[in-house]
């Protein structure tokens, strides 16, 4: 059982930065397939950013440019740089894991296995 612990969340000014971090349990010595989906209220699940074993990264187009995946230093951990945001990002953010590979797709980031609690973005004008 992966647990994942996503953090760094808050709130923010329009054109404010932000940075989340996801790091998961022990996973042997196998590669998660990774990445961040978010929820805003009333609205349903939206993936945003995954990244592959490789370090490939996708994008949905609503971040493109302005947020950016990377791998952290630990196996099995990211982060997300989020710039320029606006209050259509605000939402939950959640880091999610899946032990299957070639997921690095964002429509298929919500689906993915594992998901960490969540953490709260909120960016106010």
């Known amino acids: 059982q992966v647990q994942l612990a996503d953090s760094g969340g808050g709130s923010v000014q329009v054109g404010g930065s932000l940075r989340l971090s996801c790091a998961a349990s022990?996973?042997?010595?196998?590669?998660?397939?990774m990445g961040w989906f978010r929820q805003a209220p009333g609205k349903g699940r939206e993936g945003i950013a995954c990244?592959?074993?490789?370090?490939?990264?996708n994008y949905a187009e609503s971040v493109k440019g302005r947020f950016t995946i990377s791998q952290g230093d630990a196996k099995n951990s990211l982060t997300l740089e989020m710039s320029s945001l606006n209050p259509e990002d605000t939402a939950m953010y959640y880091c999610?894991?899946?032990?299957?590979?070639?997921?690095?797709?964002?429509?298929?980031?919500?689906?993915?296995?594992?998901w960490g609690q969540g953490t709260q973005v909120t960016v106010s004008s």
């Open positions: 999610a894991a899946d032990g299957r590979r070639d997921l690095c797709h964002v429509e298929s980031i919500p689906l993915y296995y594992w």
């Open positions: 022990e996973y042997g010595d196998r590669s998660l397939s």
């Open positions: 990244i592959d074993i490789d370090g490939r990264a």
